[in-house]
């Protein structure tokens, strides 16, 4: 149960990631060049969905038995 607690919070922290790198994408003037263009479109994404992925683990603690 604490496995498929984090995966749906993990899965469902797709959406804001990706709103919040295209809310910072534009905002940052829409950047072309290669470093801030990755670093935008890929981290901040991913960065949502480890972070999903890691509180969904943490406080699932409650259905580890």
Not at 20 to 41: D, F, H, N, Q, R
Not at 57 to 65: D, F, L, P, S, V
């Amino acid at each position: 149960m604490r496995l498929l607690r984090t995966m749906i919070m993990g899965s469902m922290m797709v959406l804001p990631g990706l709103f919040l790198a295209l809310l910072i994408w534009y905002i940052a003037g829409k950047p072309e060049t290669e470093p801030l263009e990755s670093l935008i479109c890929n981290v901040i994404p991913l960065t949502s969905i480890g972070l999903g992925l890691f509180f969904g683990w943490k406080t699932g603690g409650e259905y580890a038995n």
